[in-house]
DNA sequence: TTTAAAGTTGCGTCGTTTACTAAGGTATTG
DNA sequence: CAATACCTTAGTAAACGACGCAACTTTAAA
């Protein structure tokens, strides 16, 4: 089971803009893009679904951006991967009609309702990436 | 995430080896296959890899076919899943070179550890079928 | 009020993976 | 040696994932 690209990036912002929430200021799709190494039209597709998902908030027009909707602290992985990919982070499939069929699929049910309690004790403030020595400034002699 | 509809079929064709694992007889593909609802030609493929994963014990030839290497309470959905999927359960992506894929990469491979451990405490004994009430018997008078 | 920066939306596409079929090969038994 | 049942590999069609592109809307600033 391969964790989809799609959600990884989508942490990969959140961590980003987690790590600017306290100064309250939005930050540029480019912006974003570059930092983590993303192609900005892709990124958008990413942040609009976790806008839609009440992660985020944006504003457009001039100096637009996009910002945290909650405290980092109140941001989980488990939220995150939800967003994304809708009703279960493991899903069954629909069942072929087999005599074992049905406990199979509980037993994943199980495990699913399992990995939403570990993902849920993830938060964003885990993922906020240390800070960078002068990122930008020409303070060299 | 989509739970790969092999490895379901893998854990429901082990819950029927495990439902006769008492009596020591083999079980051979076509009728597993018709229990399950599965194509015989596929479920070869899936039982080939249980096989390579000592999972279960095969025997060719006339009366030939498949019984569990195990008891049922020493095997787990982890080690299923393991042995259909390599690797990892949840495996992130190699990582973009973005400032916080690092981070987040590592925050999933902590759910993946998670993961395992709750898959790691069922075993196929919780996924044997209800005993059919006399299943080809014709007593009827 | 004009303009340009920025988000919004939907479509298209290309490559990979998945699920499955088919056919020929190999081992074991009577 | 013939029948039976497992073994292996190649091939394929459909679905999915990961983007790219382009036209549209909103809004701040000049």
Same mark, same amino acid.
């Given at each position: 089971m391969r964790l989809p690209l799609k959600t990884e990036y989508a942490c990969q912002v959140l961590a980003q803009l987690a790590s600017t929430y306290a100064s309250g200021e939005v930050r540029q799709v480019e912006e974003l893009a570059a930092a983590e190494h993303l192609s900005p039209n892709y990124l958008v597709q990413i942040l609009t679904t976790l806008?839609? *998902?009440?992660?985020?908030?944006?504003r457009r027009g001039k100096n637009g951006g996009y910002l945290l *909707?909650?405290?980092p602290e109140d941001i989980t992985l488990a939220e995150i991967a939800m967003a994304l990919e809708?009703? *279960?982070l493991i899903e069954?499939?629909?069942?072929?009609g087999g005599k074992s069929a049905e406990r199979v699929r509980h037993a994943w049910v199980r495990v699913n309702e399992a990995m939403?309690?570990?993902?849920?004790?993830?938060?964003l403030t885990e993922l906020i990436p240390p800070r960078q020595p002068q990122d930008g400034a020409d303070w060299v002699i």
């Open positions: 806008r839609q *998902a009440g992660l985020v908030i944006s *909707a909650r405290h809708g009703g *279960a069954s499939s629909p069942g072929n939403l309690q570990s993902c849920g004790s993830i938060t």
